[in-house]
């Protein structure tokens, strides 16, 4: 695998791991498989819309935003993930601009590193949880860095 088809996966696993801590498990698995089919289909466009980038960062940002302060739309955020899905198609947008050659190969790379990062977020929480923390701070703090790091990297 090329060092070019993990960096292009790289925002699948920082967004990944951030909402883990929200994401019901039964979730993940489609999730994952969207950040890959997202990505490659993006890099198998390539189409240029570089805003959308953006957005997902902002979208991720101001999730964690909500949550850290304790807004009511945080906890109707939590309990109603449908919009979780709109995060893959505007993540994929930097592949699109990128484009490779090697779709299936980044779609794969993309949902691994996806997979990856709900993996090491379901571990951090199931430590938050055994020491009885309430994790909302660190999910909170997970988005608003994943949202900076997309959008710093962007």
């Known amino acids: 695998m090329s060092l ?3 960096w292009t996966s790289a925002d699948s696993l920082i967004a990944a791991f951030a909402l883990s801590f929200v994401v019901p498990g039964r ?4 999730l994952a498989l969207m950040f890959g089919l997202c990505d490659g289909l993006g890099s198998a466009l390539g189409v240029s819309l570089p805003p959308a980038g953006g957005l997902a960062a902002m979208l991720l940002m ?3 935003a909500a949550l850290l302060v304790g ?7 939590v309990n109603a993930p449908g919009w979780l899905y709109v ?4 993540l994929a947008i930097d592949n699109v601009v990128s484009r490779t050659g090697d779709a299936p190969a980044l779609a794969l790379s993309s949902a691994i590193m996806a997979g990856l990062g709900f993996a090491c977020g379901a571990i951090v ?4 949880r055994a020491g009885s923390r309430d994790a ?3 999910a909170a703090a997970s988005l608003i860095a994943a949202g900076s790091l997309l959008a710093w990297g962007a």
């Open 4 to 6: 070019h088809l993990l």
């Open 27 to 30: 979730h993940v698995l489609p």
């Open 62 to 64: 101001a999730s964690g």
């Open 71 to 77: 807004l009511p739309i945080a906890q109707r955020l």
């Open 87 to 90: 995060l893959p198609p505007l």
């Open 125 to 128: 929480l199931s430590w938050c």
């Open 136 to 138: 909302r701070p660190l």
